[in-house]
Nanobody
Framework: QVQLVESGGGLVQPGGSLRLSCVASGSILDVLDMAWHRQAPGKQRQLVATMTSGGMTNYADSVKGRFTISRDNAKKTVDLKMDSLKPEDTGVYYC??????????????WGQGTQVTVSS
């Protein structure tokens, strides 16, 4: 069994910053890509940022230059530093990871989500 647990969401004013963290635990042999997605009210979940185990990153155009994804492979964690936050960044943020488990299978896992609200 594999679990992803996010933390760090909350309420912040426009222009402010937040850092989200996610830790993977359980029967993990390896972790490939780790990513953050978000879902705004009434909208589909969208990819925000992703990072490979080798350190390559990719960002949604809407967050480029404002968000920074980072990870610690040894600790199996992935962070999302969010700066210059805008009201349109509001939503539930989900951590996602592709994991090679002790069952010798690659599976995608999701965290439970953490709420980010940007409002004055």
């Amino acid at each position: 069994q594999v679990q992803l647990v996010e933390s760090g969401g909350g309420l912040v004013q426009p222009g402010g910053s937040l850092r989200l963290s996610c830790v993977a635990s359980g029967s993990i042999l390896d972790v490939l890509d780790m990513a953050w997605h978000r879902q705004a009210p009434g909208k589909q979940r969208q990819l925000v940022a992703t990072m490979t185990s080798g350190g390559m990153t990719n960002y949604a155009d809407s967050v480029k230059g404002r968000f920074t994804i980072s990870r610690d492979n040894a600790k199996k964690t992935v962070d999302l530093k969010m700066d210059s936050l805008k009201p349109e960044d509001t939503g539930v943020y989900y951590c996602n990871a592709r994991v090679f488990t002790s069952l010798l299978r690659w599976n995608d896992y999701w965290g439970q989500g953490t709420q980010v609200t940007v409002s004055s």
